[in-house]
């Protein structure tokens, strides 16, 4: 049997072409709008953090990649392919573990669960057999496979759910909070998972979530929404230059309310077990040692001093009280 | 990253279909229990419907009814039963499991597949509902059988109506699972629409003896046609006519009709639930 390779016939379908491109993707409910002019490049390989609060419209950007739901304005292309007028063959370009879901069914086994879903998308069982085996045993599941997956713990249930996503070997994979529910354990393996897919894999990623050191650690790229609209999209390392204004960290012992309010409105602290962590705004030496100085004259003991960078998660909570500008450079 | 994509051939669309067809069936295995106990209560109707039917005037008349099952009646209603349950089976099942698959949010995961969703969502269902009403059908005959002697002639073209029995129960599931993409909760409008059928298609009492309206409904039924055409067969032992009810223009016509008719309900239920983002909502 042949099977004819097709090349996407888009003005995109050529080597450099992004694996996801989306050009002002809209959804508006009635007068709500979900998203609003959503325009998004993500190069093969890359692994893009889509970040933002509940209700911002990360969902419905992955819902509307899928075209589980139908956009009000814009496009979306997959491997090259629009979801909207060539569905068939832009689904063969993603796998997805959708975020308050099941995503598999829970009266079938491990083994049943990916045997049906690599037919689903038209492999057939020899085809399948080895992608899960090496799937079940990389996630531990070999010796229960043949056991109903709703049986399984929670962590074990969404390991047998990104298997199903990859059983395919689909090139871009849609991670809608991954790890939501997950024990510590079980968010590692699938955090393992991602980094190697990027990594070795080659697969083009995209990750929602609100663990942020997660994005932090994984993403490639950020994008932070918020209101349906994209208000940064950086890459991971240029987002955090960008805003790190790095500030300095005072650890003390011993200190005391009176203290506190003799070092200024500007300055903050966090005390706990007798300790106080003193944290500037700022990376200015005369701030600093007009502190170190009042923590002197009032025989504070200091116990450390260091110069530290926001993380993400500082920075994206900055953005969306806006309290910095945006970065969005796209 | 490969950014090209297969073709999707027929062996590819055997492929996903036979899938479907085996998760149909092993949901059907799942609910093993569950159609155990219907099938008493399938079997003890069809008795009820047997003993009365018919027999009002005898029961007004005598105050009494007399407790024999008519051979001849019993032939009839069996074949309406077996047209009405397999309709029955395929929509109530199809409905059931579609609203389970949407609340587990897997009805999204098959979304993703290249074939169709109409042919993922009722061509696996069709296999596992024959299955089922099959195992329903011969339990109803041999008990039916042990009571009474029923006399049927097993030939080869009493499958015609029965294939037009699938096609227009498929029809009548893509509709069913249509409203149940957009409303989600339909149990008492399914419920309504089938009791209705039953009522109206003759599986119970003769068309002919049906009010006027009732009449009226049952002609664009395609239960109604495919039944008497099954009985035309099995029963009488006559050819399917061409014209009339049971004849092979209106089983026909019936039949592609609401197929098609259900098909467009269905796709335009699916794509309000794609607007409005709900397929997995419930």
Redesign the interface.
């Known amino acids: 049997m042949s099977e004819q390779l097709l090349k996407p016939h888009t003005t995109a379908g050529t080597a450099a072409a992004p694996a996801i491109e989306l050009r002002q993707l809209t959804k508006k409910y009635g007068h709500l709008t979900a998203v609003l002019d959503v325009s998004l490049d993500v190069p093969a390989g890359q692994v893009l953090g889509l970040l933002g609060p509940n209700g911002a419209g990360k969902t419905t950007i992955i819902k509307m990649m899928t075209s589980l739901v139908t956009p009000t304005a814009g496009t979306a292309r997959l491997g090259g392919f629009d979801i909207g007028k060539q569905r068939s063959r832009a689904v063969q370009q993603i796998g997805a573990v959708l975020e308050g879901s099941r995503n598999v069914y829970w009266s079938l086994s491990a083994w049943q669960n990916l045997l049906y879903f690599g037919r689903l998308k038209g492999l057939s069982k020899a085809e399948i057999r080895p992608r899960a085996e090496r799937l079940l045993r990389e996630l531990d599941l070999w010796d229960r496979r043949n056991e109903p997956v709703g049986g399984f713990s929670r962590g074990m249930q969404q390991k047998v759910a990104v298997a199903a996503a990859l059983v395919t070997d689909p090139p871009i994979v849609l991670l809608d909070e991954p790890i939501i529910g997950l024990d510590v354990e079980a968010a590692r393996t699938v955090r393992h998972w991602v980094r190697r897919m990027a990594r070795e894999e080659g697969k083009t990623v995209v990750l929602t979530t609100h663990q942020l050191a997660m994005a932090e650690e994984l993403a490639d790229r950020v994008a932070i929404i918020r209101d349906g609209r994209i208000i940064t999209d950086l890459p991971t390392r240029e987002l955090l230059d960008h805003y790190a204004e790095d500030r300095f960290e005072i650890e003390v012992s011993g200190m005391t309310t009176t203290v506190a309010a003799g070092l200024g409105a500007k300055v903050a602290m966090e005390s706990a077990n007798g300790q106080a962590t003193i944290q500037l705004p700022t990376s200015d030496q005369d701030a600093l040692h007009a502190v170190l100085n009042e923590l002197h004259h009032s025989s504070v003991p200091v116990l450390r001093v260091s110069r530290v960078r926001p993380s993400l998660e500082d920075i994206f909570v900055s953005l969306l009280k806006g309290d910095v500008g945006h970065g969005n450079d796209s | ?9 027929a ?3 055997m ?2 279909v ?3 067809t ?2 149909g069936l ?2 059907g295995w ?1 609910e093993r229990l569950q159609i155990l106990i219907e099938l008493p209560l399938f079997i003890v109707f069809l008795l009820l419907i047997g003993f009365t039917a018919g027999k009002a005037g005898t029961i007004a008349a005598t105050g009494q009814l007399d407790w024999t099952l008519d051979p001849g009646h019993m032939a009839w209603l069996l074949l309406g039963f077996v047209a009405y349950a397999y309709t029955y089976l395929h929509v109530v099942k199809m409905f059931w499991r579609l609203l389970a698959e949407i609340q ?3 009805l ?8 169709p969703s109409w042919v ?1 969502v009722v061509a696996g269902r069709i296999v596992a509902a024959i299955a089922e009403s099959a195992f329903v059908v011969a339990v109803m005959y041999a008990v039916t059988a042990s009571l009474v002697r029923i006399e049927l002639h097993w030939r080869l073209d009493a499958l015609l109506p029965l294939a037009l029995l699938i096609v227009g129960s498929a029809g009548l599931a893509m509709a069913i699972a249509g409203l149940t993409l957009v409303w989600k909760r339909i149990p008492l409008l399914n419920d309504m629409a089938l009791m209705l059928v039953m009522f109206v298609s003759g599986a119970i009492l003769p068309t002919t003896e049906l009010p006027t309206w009732a009449e009226t409904v049952a002609k664009p039924l395609f239960l109604t046609h495919s039944m008497a055409g099954l009985r035309s067969v099995m029963l009488d032992d006559a050819t399917i006519p061409i014209r009339g009810t049971g004849g092979l223009t209106w089983m026909l016509g019936t039949a592609i009709v609401w197929f098609i008719a259900g098909f467009a309900v269905f796709r335009v239920g699916e ?1 309000v639930a ?4 709900s ?2 909502r419930y």
């Not at chain 2, 990253?1 to 051939?9: G, V």
């Open positions: 990253m490969t950014t090209t994509a297969r073709t999707w051939t062996r590819q669309t492929t996903a036979g899938n479907e085996v998760k092993r949901h799942s587990s949010g897997t999204e995961q098959t979304y993703l597949s290249p074939l993922h794509r794609q607007r409005r983002g397929l997995s």
